[in-house]
T-cell receptor, first 113, second 115 residues
Framework: ETGVTQTPRHLVMGMTNKKSLKCEQH?????MYWYKQSAKKPLELMFV???????ENNSVPSRFSPECPNSSHLFLHLHTLQPEDSALYLC????????????FGQGTRLTVV | SQQGEEDPQALSIQEGENATMNCSYK?????LQWYRQNSGRGLVHLIL?????REKHSGRLRVTLDTSKKSSSLLITASRAADTASYFC???????????????FGKGTKLTVNP
């Protein structure tokens, strides 16, 4: 248990659906991240939030929309996804963006059908 | 963009043997970290080595860093079946070089320890 909780653990959605992934940490960290992990590809950084402000957006398609309402919660809103978006989505947090150690959640396994 | 590159991509050993994984990177770094991931789960931080350090130990783990060669190695001694997992290196690039500071992961080494 790392202190970072992601829900749901598994999600199957159609291409026309709208769903949201949730991440929660109560470690007192100021930075939170979304990563995408596809088979046989490196872990891809999607978004970085520091003190609830987005500081990094790695050319992610607009069908992925992050939201950070407070320093403990991070959401990833999904709409009109493609089958190639199927992957493990990992949330992480760290004390700040000057990395020391990142704490990861267990991930959400997303399947787009 | 990918920074760390682990090798080998896959490693299979017998319980009790040592496992060595290597990581090469391209730009200067603040620190280099190693993480472990069990299949389909989140990553767990193992060890961090700063750019001014050359070697670090944690239990059965030994990490070395050679900044002149831009490479690091992770040694797991006396391996156990429970060490079976994927191992990733991640580098933290100083702010201003290659963009904003961020943690960039390699593709990982898949380690199998056979009982």
């Amino acid at each position: 248990e790392t202190g970072v909780t992601q829900t749901p653990r598994h999600l199957v959605m159609g291409m026309t659906n709208k769903k949201s992934l949730k991440c929660e940490q109560h470690l007192g960290h100021n930075a939170m991240y979304w990563y995408k992990q596809s088979a046989k590809k490196p872990l891809e950084l999607m978004f970085v939030y520091s003190l609830e402000e987005r500081v990094e957006n790695n050319s992610v398609p607009s069908r992925f929309s992050p939201e950070c309402p407070n320093s403990s919660h991070l959401f990833l809103h999904l709409h009109t996804l493609q089958p190639e978006d199927s992957a493990l989505y990992l949330c992480a947090s760290s004390q700040d963006t000057r990395y020391t150690e990142a704490f990861f959640g267990q991930g959400t396994r997303l399947t787009v059908v | 963009s990918q920074q760390g590159e682990e090798d080998p991509q896959a490693l299979s050993i017998q319980e009790g043997e040592n496992a060595t994984m290597n990581c090469s990177y391209k730009t200067s770094i603040n620190n280099l970290q190693w993480y472990r991931q069990n299949s389909g789960r989140g990553l767990v931080h193992l060890i961090l080595i700063r750019s001014n350090e050359r070697e670090k130990h944690s239990g059965r783990l030994r990490v070395t860093l050679d900044t002149s060669k831009k490479s690091s190695s992770l040694l797991i001694t006396a391996s156990r079946a429970a060490d079976t997992a994927s191992y990733f290196c991640a580098t933290d690039t100083p702010q201003g070089e290659g963009g904003s500071e961020k943690l960039v992961f390699g593709k990982g080494t898949k380690l199998t320890v056979n009982p």
